[in-house]
């Protein structure tokens, strides 16, 4: 039986498997558009689980780190559209599934409950990871934008990859006072 060969998404090359099934990730290009759309929805999630880390915080440090943190994801997003615009096409988002993972993980660290340090402690780490995720795929899509020659679409994509290594290392400094406090409270 004849495999059914649907229309190729936005006007990249048409390549099929030999199953007949569309194959979109056969260019650097369409590997860094997937990138953008992976980072768009993976931002939006991340904007609204921040609050309620914030929220669940005892620190008052951390409880503003991750809020201040949740403004800039907002403008993340809003660059992540600016990059859309300079490649032409209109802002897309496609399920970024590891977000969801991650934000699942901060809401059941959340659900498990604690009090002090050492609560505060896990929620840095819920946060942390978050962070990681974002610094490698903000660093690999400047890396493809500048391999295909996107100077501008680079540069936008390396401010925000510079606010979340600064967001990793504040709340990592602030992780290590915590676990100090965690200890000695024991
Ligand atoms: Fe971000
Ligand atoms: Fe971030």
């Keep these: 039986m004849l495999a ?3 229309e190729p998404r936005e ?3 048409c390549v099929f498997s ?12 369409s590997v860094l558009n997937h990138a953008l759309k992976d980072l768009l929805s993976a931002e939006k999630q991340f904007r ?4 309620k880390l914030s929220e669940a ?3 008052r440090e951390l409880a503003s780190a991750l809020l201040e943190h949740r403004d800039e994801t907002v403008h993340h997003i809003e660059r992540l559209e600016r990059c859309f615009e300079l490649l032409g096409k209109s802002p897309r988002s496609e399920k ?3 977000a969801e993972g991650l934000v699942e993980e901060g809401k059941s660290i959340i659900e498990e409950g604690g009090e002090g340090p050492s609560f505060d402690v896990a929620i ?3 946060a942390r990871k978050v962070e990681h995720y974002e610094i490698v795929s903000y660093a690999d899509a400047c890396e493809y934008a500048k391999n295909l020659g996107h100077q501008e679409l680079e540069n936008v994509l390396r401010e925000t990859l510079q606010e979340e290594q600064v967001t990793d290392s504040k709340l990592h400094k602030l992780g290590e006072r915590l676990v100090m406090e965690a200890k000695r409270s024991a």
């Excluded at 569309?22 to 290009?29: A, F, G, K, Q």
């Excluded at 609204?48 to 609050?51: H, I, Q, S, V």
């Design 57 to 59: 915080a005892a620190n």
């Design 18 to 29: 030999k199953k007949g099934k569309i194959m979109s990730l056969t260019t650097l290009e």
């Design 48 to 51: 609204d689980a921040l609050p």
């Design 124 to 126: 840095v780490g819920a």
């Design 11 to 13: 006007s990249e090359p």
């Design 96 to 98: 970024c599934e590891a």
């Design 4 to 6: 059914t060969r649907k």
